[in-house]
Every structure is written in structure tokens, then in C-alpha cells.
């Protein structure tokens, strides 16, 4: 059943970053406004596109709630913080969306319907599974699931959010409009990070939206064994060459620092600053509470933490 305006739904603005995607953006375009939930403001910013893609999105200038931000080049995380400086304060859900993913039609309803029986002053977000799908959309396989549970600890260096798939309240946006980080890996994990230090971050298990991959994916989740691997062992060579999760933490510090609980602040300076010694390094990598979600992830931590390499 078709859910709306007449049943006082709570507004949400979908925020869509785009770049150069012409390509799938108007199956995108289609199942946001096929959504079952009716109250809803499509925001979408365009990161200096060079194809097609802003004529495209001028087609469904038609609709009301629709609205495009043609904008400088200045990348995928930063893109999205504007996107959140764009969205309005009396909405009270907020919903990235990627450029050339499909949305099932009960995506936002579902994602409302969990974040509503949370407390409306507590930052909240949602997050959940994906179904991989290839560029024809055929199944691919169901992305892999956080099995150590979701906590400050865990994404201090590691996230399980996948950015499409997030929805918030009102409270976790204000939270992250606090500041903009300078030094965040993804908009993502920088979101994961912010609000499960002061909110709550749920995970479902149920995947609503199909998580396209492509040859000219910005972003994405590398299919099958050999790629999984492949993506695993660059991304800890990215992460030790500069240290990002590092720089990450403390630029999180920096912003937030003053205001966390003193549990926290104690993690996250054991996290910083327990590893300036070699027998602090040991000392972290076997007693520290940052954890991967898999065991062999975890394994690689440690021992990337012990070469002062994360």
C-alpha cells in the first residue's frame, strides 16, 4: 500500500551526489520517486559533471520535490557535506543516495519505520545489506553482514555502512554538521564514526536496494574471491601508506574530542597516542578495543598496528 502526505508522514530529503553518471542515473531517478513513501524532497548536487548527466536530471525538474545544485568538482566525500549543508533543518529524515543504484520501492519506508521508534533527540542512523547486482542488475550476491556487532570501537577503523544505504534523523545531522572533517576517508565511515560516539546505529539485515557494479564504479564492492582479495590487500596498503584511519581519529579528536564521554575519550587516546612505542604498538595490537569485524581483517590490524602502519 502506497503510503502518504495524508497520513502525517514525517518528511525525508534524499540526498543524491552525481558525477558523470549518465549512464544509470535515470533508473536511479525512477525508483526514487517510485518509493511507497510519498513525503519526500530529492536534493541532488552535481560534482562538476562533463557528460550528460545534468541534462538528464533537468527532466524530472517537473516534479515539485526535486531539486539540483550544479556544483564545483571537489570528490565524493565532500560532495555529500554539502549535500547535508544543502538539506533543511525542518526535515526530519535524511537519506544519501548513490547515482547508479536501484532503490526498492520500500527502501525509505522501511528505514523510517526503524528510526521512528528511536528517541527523535538521540543522533540515529540506519544502515543495512545490499544486494550486489551486476550492470543488468542480475544478482551478483548479498553483501557480507558485520558479525562482531556496530560500536565506536569498530569504526574508529573499520566501516560497515554502505553510504546508499544510510538514513538519519534530524539529531544525527546536526551532530554532523558540527564541523566538517578536513581528513575523512568516505562520508560514510565519517558518519559511522560521529554517531555511534553519541547515538545509535542500527543495521539491517534485509537489503533494499540493488548496489549496481560497474566498470566506472567511484566507489564500490569488489565481487567474487580473487577481486574481495585483491580490494582487501590494497585497501591495507592504502590505509599504512598514510596512515588514514590515524588521521581520521584525529581529526575526529579534534572535532568532537571535548564533547565525548570520558569512556570514549579514553579509547580513542589509546587508540592515538598508546602506539608511539614499539611495546606500545604490542601492547595495543593484543589488549587495544579497535577490532575489525573479520578475523582475518583483525589479524592484518594487529599486525599492521605493530609496524606502526594503520
Known sequence: MVLTKGK???KVQVLLATFNGSRYLAPL???LIDQDYQNTEIIVRDDGSNDNTIEILRRY???ENISIVEGENVGVPESFFRLLQLSSSDSDFFAFSDQDDVWKKDKISRAINILEKLPLELPSMYCSRVLIVDEMLNLIEYSRTPKRGLSFENAIIENIATGCTIVMNNAARDLLLKEFPKNAIMHDWWTYLVISAFGRVVYDMEPRILYRQHSSNV???KIGFINRW???IYRFLRFSRVRLPTKQAMEFNRIYGPILSQEKKLKLNRFIEG???FMGRIHY???GEAYRQSKIDNLILKILIIFNRV
Open 275 to 277: 602506539r608511539d612505542s
Open 8 to 10: 502525517n508522514l514525517k
Open 219 to 221: 566507489v564500490g564492492s
Open 285 to 287: 595490537a593484543f589488549f
Open 61 to 63: 525538474l517537473v516534479r
Open 29 to 31: 531517478m525512477d525508483s
Open 230 to 232: 585483491k580490494a582487501r
